[in-house]
């Protein structure tokens, strides 16, 4: 027999996830530098200014997270899996705005000379320079590392849904939180330690941009998205490094079967940040370093903060008789 509670569908059918209040924060974060820094380009709207228009889309998302534990756990299977995936297509969008504003934050200062002298301490010359110009000559090369730099989001994509997809929805509601956190903690931190990385530092290789480059699709695909899209100010730490070690901790705690996979594409995607002159080799360590410090605290945070909420999205669904396996620790 149902409780009045259950029946009237009070807070009983608020299934909040601990991910949920971390997109509420990071959207009511980027929310306030937005309003604090309306004019930060063109707007889709005349009468409204951009960053007052983001400010209101921030917070729309932040009531978006609200209202999706109100979500059913015998909802329909896509739905649920938009539910629980959902902070992964905020990225682009989260990532795109730190950048924007990390320029109006530090009014346009940039640590790069500090990043690049480190590299050259650390070298005795850029990689960042040296890796390209010794190698660029060489199409197959070319491909392979603007290829390897796609992979990227591939397995960004892909990685967290193999549990949920085994059944194992509570490992995957834990990985897509680690995630989640990792992504505010890092593009909060660019709103204030601006890095532009190399390509946009050094004028020469600004200037030429990509155009030196010869491959194949991947090549072709990356000269048109970098021609037509701002990606100065969040270089350090590397994204492309700090996710793709995660998504490979991640696998790692699937099944090391699938270490003969993830490695390898760590290595080259790391590689790739350098010799497409995205990143300082600065970057690669700091983005290892984020990952290797974060996702263990917050791999055993999840837990506990899931608990104190009563369980996720999949408990609920184990409660009400749909087989699923909760991820070990």
């Not at 938009?82 to 682009?92: A, D, G, I, N, V």
């Not at 640590?111 to 890796?131: E, H, N, Y």
């Not at 993830?262 to 984020?290: E, K, Q, R, S």
């Not at 945070?301 to 396996?325: E, I, K, Q, W």
Request: hydrophobic letters at 50%; proline letters at 6%; charged letters at 15%.
């Amino acid at each position: 027999m149902e409780s009045p509670e259950d029946e009237s569908g009070g807070m009983k059918s608020w299934r909040p996830l601990p991910q949920d209040f971390v997109v509420v924060f990071l959207s009511i974060v980027f929310a306030g530098f937005s309003f604090a820094f309306p004019d930060t380009g063109l707007s889709p709207f005349a009468s409204l200014a951009r960053g007052t228009f983001m400010g209101l889309l921030f917070l729309a998302i932040a009531i978006l997270a609200l209202l999706l534990p109100f979500l059913k756990p015998e909802a329909p299977a896509l739905f649920r899996f938009f539910r629980t995936f959902y902070p992964q297509l905020l990225l682009p969008l989260f990532f795109e705005e730190s950048i924007i504003l990390s320029a109006e934050v530090m009014r346009g200062l940039a640590f790069d000379g500090l990043i690049a002298r480190i590299d050259k301490t650390l070298f005795g010359f850029q990689p960042s320079r040296r890796f390209h110009e010794s190698l660029a000559g060489i199409p197959a090369i070319n491909e392979l590392m603007f290829g390897a730099y796609f992979l990227y989001y591939v397995l960004f994509a892909v990685t967290p849904w193999i549990p949920w997809l085994l059944g194992r929805r509570e490992t995957a509601e834990r990985e897509i939180f680690v995630y989640v956190s990792m992504m505010t903690i890092i593009f909060i931190w660019y709103l204030f330690f601006r890095v532009e990385g190399p390509k946009y530092w050094f004028n020469d290789l600004r200037s030429v941009g990509y155009g030196e480059f010869s491959g194949g699709i991947f090549v072709d695909f990356f000269q048109n998205v970098f021609r037509n899209t701002r990606l100065d100010g969040a270089a350090f730490p590397s994204t492309h490094v700090a996710f793709s070690l995660l998504m490979t901790i991640f696998a790692f705690r699937q099944s090391r079967r699938f270490l003969w996979l993830y490695v390898p594409a760590f290595i080259l995607i790391a590689c790739a940040t350098v010799y497409i002159y995205a990143h300082y080799f600065t970057d690669i360590l700091g983005g290892m370093a984020v990952t290797l410090l974060l996702e263990p605290f917050l791999w055993r945070l999840y837990p506990r903060l899931a608990r104190r909420l009563g369980g996720g999205m999949a408990n609920h669904l184990s409660a009400s008789g749909d087989a699923t396996r909760g991820g070990g620790p």
